[in-house]
């Protein structure tokens, strides 16, 4: 068994019934102090082309916020049949080269794996020295139920390789304005992922920042780890979706083990929110936000299209973190063009799928357009094995 899997194991526990009852005080009380706050709407562009300033400082203020209904329902359904047929084509366990149909498995030949797998209702980070052991605390691992399979795929890679609406995602001309506004117009990208939770199978994902390098850094600021995109292809609920605590972005490395020791032990951290979402909302979270997901004991699919982005200034000259890619690289302009270049071509392939809508100028390809418009040969040259350049900090 390969490291990936054999450093997960289910262990005993609440029945998924119980975890699932013994949740619900708990998501109430999200769910009412998310309702307090708001910090959700359209996302509102000025004429300019900027992020509407008010949903810019409430963005900074709390640490996140809920774009409603920026992926209409056409393209919430291709990108759905993409997500799914992704999931069909995966291998069967994590050590298999065919799918369930007997086919090759996709990503056999990708330069990096295309799955990750745990075992259904179970935590894979918490506890553990994984992704730079920034997951201190192992969250409540339910048991299955008794058909449960032996494995489930937990996260999936290569969305701008493998999925066609995937990479025209990638290009949305409002979802990169928000992110020129958060992070400059020289922003750049870090990676993507899309998080999978089965119904009554999906792991958790234990709380934890996402940020490693610049913690202790003279130029430490709120915004230095950058922020994620999430685009929810079905509705996320209090049971399946992500969990933030609100502000937690602006106070540097918070201490989770002294939190939830501080909480009797529980991982039901007070003063969290789920952030509930319809399908074809976007959830934008700052990585240095205190966040995390619950064992999805809930009757609800969860497809997560995660995708994040830096800026520039907190990348050039660092070295690579969380083993995403190889651990001593150090990020010069060259790898920075390379990773960054995925943008470009996404924006060319939105434009032939989506004429009508306007086109996202990224300055640092200005008068380079031509060179990466989406062909054959760019999807070669340039999407092929993409997320090795992934720029982690």
Not at 3 to 27: D, F, I, K, N, W
Not at 163 to 187: E, S
Not at 190 to 215: C, E, M, R
Not at 316 to 328: F, N, V, Y
């Amino acid at each position: 068994m390969n490291e990936l899997a054999a450093t997960v194991a289910a262990s005993p526990g609440l029945s998924r019934a119980e975890h699932a009852a013994g949740m619900q005080a708990y998501q109430a009380a999200g769910e009412s102090l998310a309702a307090e706050i708001g910090n959700r709407g359209p996302l509102r562009l000025t004429a300019e082309g900027a992020l509407h300033p008010e949903i810019e400082a409430a963005y900074w203020r709390h640490g996140y916020y809920i774009f409603e209904g920026v992926i209409d329902a056409a393209e919430v359904e291709a990108l759905r049949r993409d997500a799914q047929e992704m999931l069909a084509r995966a291998p069967v366990g994590p050590d298999a080269t065919v799918d369930a149909q007997g086919r090759p498995a996709l990503g056999v030949d990708y330069a990096r794996p295309a799955y990750r797998f745990i075992r259904p209702l179970t935590d894979p980070y918490g506890g553990t020295q994984m992704l730079g052991g920034r997951h201190p605390v192992q969250m409540a691992q339910p048991k299955p139920e008794a058909e449960a399979p032996e494995f489930v795929v937990l996260m999936m890679y290569g969305m701008c390789q493998a999925m066609p609406a995937g990479l025209r995602l990638y290009g949305h001309p409002k979802l990169l304005a928000a992110a020129q506004t958060i992070n400059g117009a020289d922003f750049v990208p870090y990676n993507d992922a899309i998080f999978v939770k089965q119904p009554g199978l999906g792991g958790s994902v234990a709380w934890h920042q996402d940020g490693v390098t610049h913690w202790n850094s003279p130029a430490w600021d709120e915004g230095i780890h950058g922020f994620n995109y999430q685009v929810q292809l079905y509705p996320t609920t209090p049971g399946n979706g992500l969990w933030v605590i609100p502000g937690s972005h602006k106070l540097g490395k918070a201490d989770i083990k002294a939190m939830v020791a501080a909480n009797g032990g529980s991982e039901q951290l007070p003063g969290a929110v789920p952030l509930v979402c319809a399908a074809g909302d976007v959830t934008m979270v700052n990585r240095q936000a205190v966040h995390g997901s619950f064992a999805n004991s809930s009757p609800d699919i969860r497809i997560s299209l995660t995708m994040g982005f830096h800026r520039r200034n907190a990348v050039l000259g660092q070295k690579a973190a969380l083993a995403i890619a190889e651990t001593h690289a150090v990020y010069d302009e060259q790898r920075i063009f390379e990773r960054s270049a995925v943008i470009q071509v996404a924006i060319d392939a939105r434009h032939q799928a989506y004429p009508q809508e306007p086109v996202f100028r990224y300055q640092p390809f200005a008068g380079r357009e031509d060179e990466f418009r989406c062909t054959p040969e760019t999807l070669d040259r340039v999407i092929r094995d993409y997320n090795t350049k992934d720029l982690a900090i």
